[in-house]
């Protein structure tokens, strides 16, 4: 079992601890325990489709990590992975916790950000992330890669594998950072609110990072 996953377990061990504690100590005490989110909820919304997100991010990481030998692309990569895995993790843990489903039937993704198509646009620093994509791609949500594009990067290595690595994760952080403010912005549970707005500063900064290492590599971000 990898680094990563030992990470993602721990993380989701970590999750459901920390919200059984808070249970108790409601419960001993004269505040109310807290409501538990719904299935429709911006909170269970959030934490479903942001785990999906997530995780294509951690894939196309270790794509890249065994395609170049670029000592700082490798680190941005591993850190990518590490830390959605284990952002992951907590985010289906909470969902364990709450008893809800980590997959509803016949629910959009994202539809639990409403009609704030200001928020689902997925623009941000680096040029925008894509949106769903024109029609017949398979673009699951903002951002995320197709499923050509994760085979054209499995096929590239070296600087053609750097440069497109870290264009397809500009467009995938850019549309991340769009929905975590969604969460950000509609969430109720304090602890998940507090993670997307981390998640909202961190991957903004990585972008800027990544737009520098591709000027590096005289490329730039996909329009």
Known sequence: ?????????????????????????????????????????PDAGFA??????????????????????????????????????????????????????????????MEWMHADTDAAS???????????GAAGDDRLMPGMATKDELERLGRLSGKQAEVFYLQLMINHHNGGVAMAQGCADLCTVGVERDLAQGMVDAQRSEVELMVDLLKKRDAEPLA
């Open 1 to 41: 079992m990898t680094r990563t996953h030992w990470a993602a377990i721990t993380a989701v061990v970590l999750a459901l601890l920390f919200a059984g504690a808070a249970t108790v100590a409601s419960a001993g005490g004269d505040t109310p325990a807290p409501r538990t989110p719904a299935t429709d909820s």
């Open 122 to 132: 997925g623009h941000g620093p680096g040029h925008g992330g894509h949106s769903s």
């Open 48 to 109: 479903r489709d942001m785990s999906v997100h997530h995780q294509q991010a951690v894939e196309m990481s270790f794509i890249v990590r065994d395609r170049t030998k670029d000592e700082g692309v490798r680190r941005l990569a591993y850190d990518i992975a590490n830390t959605q895995a284990n952002q992951r993790g907590m985010m289906l843990g909470w969902l364990d916790l709450w008893g809800l489903p980590k997959v509803v039937a016949g629910r959009a993704p």
